[in-house]
């Protein structure tokens, strides 16, 4: 999980300097949160992973919000997506503190990546009525 978090940080190949993020955000976790940063990230990355979420379904002329399963990769790569994120959009920190400080937001489940997993259950749960349509 720990590669798939680099691989996700790199840019344009620059795997050693995605490394050095992660790194240097996971040594910043355990300096504040005094625990294993592997097993913060693990649970927040769990946290912050969707079960549910909606999909687009044309019948007839009209498009429905059909709320479908999250199988466990997606699941996983949703999360990832998100909390790299919301890193990436806060300013004016190196971008190992900004990662570090999504993650352990997710750990106690809060911030932007938890608030997206959120609304994406509450669409789900608001678009119920159509799960007939799942496919």
Known sequence: M?????????????????????????DIIAEKLKKDPVEVYEQSIQNVSPMVEVRSKRVGGAT???????????ALSLALRWVLGAARSKKGKPMAE??????????????????????THRMAEANRAFAHFAW
């Open 98 to 119: 900004k990662l570090a400080e999504e993650l352990m937001l997710a750990y106690k489940k809060e911030g932007t990546a938890f608030k997206k997993k959120e609304d």
């Open 2 to 26: 720990v590669v798939k978090l680099v691989n996700q940080v790199m840019k344009e190949g620059k795997k050693s300097i995605a490394r050095k993020i992660v790194s240097g955000a996971f």
């Open 64 to 74: 429905y919000q059909v709320p479908v399963e999250v199988k466990g990769s997606r």
